[in-house]
């Protein structure tokens, strides 16, 4: 159809773009006629490295689909059995507020444990913030503490460099001599959506790239120059013995490390085995990792002769048992390599902080007091309460954006512990195996029905403004009016007390770089020109005397001062390979012996889309197996196979594939928990199977579980 033709026929197309979890923020341009959405398609000329992938162009199919929710619910049958009946808003919007006044009166405010989550990121209608806002002016509530995706890079990163954030803009990558992409999967698992272009670039380019990951991931398929497979939960071992090359074959920079760093004797002294008496030589860590000891010989030296080369880490290795000695380890050799603070270099760890603002102004929430609990101590404590030594009885559970018993680790403990409390509520889009537990369902609307601003949170520098595609769904509303129509109710004043776009035109002004509200609405996307790739800690490296880095001794600290005061030999002062629970040589795990990871899915966000059929049948959800595992238990490629640990068991088909290391099994994230009988789940969770156990700096142990497989039937 031709622009006139379009006018004619009163279609209208309009920029936005998701504002799912994702690590990508791309630019949907959403044909809209009558109402109605028409088609949405990317634009790859004008939005250059914005280009959506299959699940944004399939949005469409989401915010129409058939099985969402339409009315607010109300459970009749048993907690998790799915029978629920339809009720209206105002009798909805009375009983919850009803039953958080009457826990909140008995109980204290503690007593709701607020399980929030990034089902929206959005500036405005961020499932996050409208959560914690309302809970903040209502007094408080438990929370969780821990970030599931990258709290171990967040821990290491803090210990480190004194901070946080650690992100670059991708552009960088053209710049270094030498990639490495370890433990991660940007051709799949998006990371910025300019990413895998700025890769392929970097590969047109010549640059060479290496990927360590125990798969052979799309990744490897696509740029890899060199595929390192290693055992999961080995990383650091690998890394540490990189590090033994480069101190006694004399390449590490030395003019860096003494300006820069603090600890480098000791970590010298730690690697050459002082401490324990194993030097962390790459014989010995060929016996941890799987990786021929002249592998290693000669990625050091490479690296060490790039200059300046980038070690660019995932998220899947620091999310495991021990999570953040990897990123520390990543981090220190990074830095004793001189490739900090450079362009072409990298640090491994967080992301975000452009001059734009890391997740930028947004919906304020005022501080409210309140219990944390890790992610992983969840169920334990609703089972226990305080005389399991937690902080509160947990009495009602209020889920906003997030499908935890699907995503949190050991959903059968999960299932027992949601019996426990009085009263669950869910505001969801989908009657999820999480809203599946609850008494109250509330029905939310997409983002193709609301106005945002959405913010990219991997290094992009970029804003997308989202219009406001089509009208909510009959019979839904938006966790903003849900929340503001509770707090009236409540008596809580303050809550929202503007119109949408009068907010969103606020955070545009409040924030650096943005251009009008009223420019920035017309063009829809705002890129920030950079003059130079951004570079987390340029300052601090190009002037230290201005710019110390905020660790005690104002270097990057090798050897970290506020870990050695902790005196917890699970946490120590100097990058340590700690050898994992079920990591591959635990001999308490013996009945299980293969290790599982657990990769994010081209076809979904998390566990979203999971029922949509345009996108489930992109889906690759079945499990890796190697040929040589396979052979062992009688399985062929497209079996139907038991996965089983000492916390459930799932079935699902069996990919038999060279391209996994041996003793290695793999089986995308998010897909459904459907429990058949003997609680067997015929969905593919992977949560079935892990341990609700957190790493000691916090780490989500997703990655870390010894399984074993057999033949069902
Ligand atoms: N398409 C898509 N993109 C997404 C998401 C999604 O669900 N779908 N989710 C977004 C979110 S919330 C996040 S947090 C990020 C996640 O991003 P990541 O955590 O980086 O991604 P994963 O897919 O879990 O894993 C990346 C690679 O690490 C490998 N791996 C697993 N364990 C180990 C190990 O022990 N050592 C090494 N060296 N490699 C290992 C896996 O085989 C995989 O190829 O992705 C974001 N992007
Ligand atoms: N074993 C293992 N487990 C993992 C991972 C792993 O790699 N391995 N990855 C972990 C990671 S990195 C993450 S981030 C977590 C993700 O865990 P969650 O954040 O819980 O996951 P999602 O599946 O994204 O769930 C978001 C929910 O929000 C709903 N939603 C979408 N939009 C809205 C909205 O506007 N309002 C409301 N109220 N709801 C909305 C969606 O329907 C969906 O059910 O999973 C973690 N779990
Ligand atoms: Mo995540």
Request: hydrophobic share 40%; proline share 7%; charged share 20%.
């Amino acid at each position: 159809m031709s622009a006139e033709e379009r006018l004619l026929s009163g279609e209208r197309v309009v920029t936005t773009t998701c504002s799912y979890d994702c690590g990508a923020r791309c630019v949907l341009h959403v044909r809209v006629s009558d109402g109605a959405v028409t088609g949405i398609s990317t634009d790859p000329g004008a939005g250059q490295g914005l280009t959506a992938c299959a699940r944004g162009l399939r949005q469409a199919d989401v915010a129409g689909a058939p099985d969402r929710l339409r009315s607010p619910l109300r459970r009749v049958g048993t907690r998790g059995e799915g029978r629920f009946e339809e009720i209206g808003w105002d009798e909805a919007l009375d009983a919850v507020a009803s039953e958080l006044k009457r826990v909140r009166d008995r109980w204290g405010p503690e007593a709701v444990y607020l399980a929030e989550s990034y089902g929206s990121f959005g500036s405005l209608h961020g499932t996050s913030t409208t959560a914690r806002r309302f809970f903040s002016l209502l007094g408080g509530c438990t929370t969780r503490w821990g970030n599931m995706s990258l709290e171990g890079a967040i821990y290491a990163s803090r210990m480190t460099f004194g901070a946080a954030a650690t992100g670059a803009t991708r552009d960088n990558f053209l710049h270094s001599k030498l990639l490495v992409l370890w433990g991660w999967n940007p051709s799949v698992t998006r990371f910025g959506p300019d990413t895998v272009d700025s890769l392929r670039a970097a590969k047109k380019k010549g640059i060479p790239i290496v990927v360590v990951d125990p798969r052979r991931s799309p990744t490897v398929e696509e740029f890899a120059d060199q595929w390192i497979a290693l055992r999961p939960g080995t990383d650091t071992a690998l890394l540490l013995a990189l590090a033994h090359v480069l101190i006694t074959e004399g390449l590490c920079d030395l003019a860096f490390v003494e300006r820069y760093t603090h600890g480098f004797e000791a970590f010298c002294d730690h690697v050459r085995g002082a401490g324990d008496g194993t030097p962390k030589t790459p014989v010995w860590a060929e016996g941890i990792t799987g990786v021929p000891a002249a592998v290693t010989v000669e990625l050091a030296r490479s690296f060490a002769a790039a200059r300046p080369a980038a070690l660019c880490t995932g998220w899947a290795p620091g999310r495991s048992a021990f999570g953040e000695q990897f990123h520390r380890a990543a981090q220190v050799l990074s830095a004793i390599t001189g490739n900090i603070g450079v362009t072409g270099g990298f640090v491994g760890g967080g992301t975000g902080i452009l001059p734009l603002g890391s997740l930028g102004a947004s919906f304020p929430v005022p501080k409210a007091p309140g219990p944390l609990l890790h992610g992983s101590e969840v169920y334990d404590a609703l089972l226990q309460g305080k005389a399991g030594g937690f902080p509160s009885d947990l009495k009602l559970v209020y889920v906003v954006g997030s499908n935890f018993l699907n995503q949190f680790l050991n959903v059968n403990k999960g299932v027992r512990a949601l019996q426990q409390p009085e009263c669950i509520v869910a505001h969801e889009l989908f009657l999820t195996p999480t809203a599946r537990f609850a008494d109250y369902v509330l029905p939310v609307t997409h983002f193709l029905e609301r106005e945002d601003v959405g913010v990219p949170w991997a290094g992009g520098a970029f804003r997308i403004h989202m219009a406001k595609a089509v009208e909510p769904l009959e019979g839904t509303r938006s966790d903003l009016t849900i929340f503001a129509q509770l707090a009236e109710r409540l008596g809580v004043g303050g809550y929202n007390d503007k119109p949408d776009e009068q907010w969103l035109q606020e955070f545009v002004a409040a924030t650096p770089g943005m251009p009008a509200w009223e420019s920035f609405r017309v063009d829809g996307v705002q890129r920030l020109s950079l003059p130079e790739p951004f570079v987390p800690f340029r300052d601090q490296i190009e002037n230290p005397e201005k710019f110390p880095f905020r660790t005690p001794s104002g270097k990057i600290e090798l050897y970290s001062q506020k870990m050695a005061e902790l005196n917890d030999p699970l946490l120590p002062p100097l990058p340590t390979y700690l050898p994992a629970w079920e990591g591959h040589s635990d001999e308490g795990a013996a009945g299980y012996p293969l290790q599982l990871v657990t990769p994010h899915s081209k076809a979904r966000a998390g566990s979203q889309f999971y029922t949509i059929p345009s996108l489930k049948k992109l889906a690759s959800d079945a499990l890796w197996l190697s040929p040589r595992d396979a052979a062992a238990r009688g399985v062929a490629d497209g079996d139907t196979v038991r996965v089983s640990s000492p916390r459930g068991e799932l079935v699902v088909a069996a990919r038999v594939a060279d391209g996994i290391l041996d003793g290695t099994v793999s089986l995308d994230a998010g897909a459904w928990y459907t429990p058949g009988p003997g609680g067997v789940d015929r969905g593919g969770c992977v949560n079935v199977l892990t341990a609700d156990r957190k790493s000691p700096g916090g780490a989500f142990t997703g990655s870390t579980c010894r399984v074993e497989v057999e033949r069902a039937g």
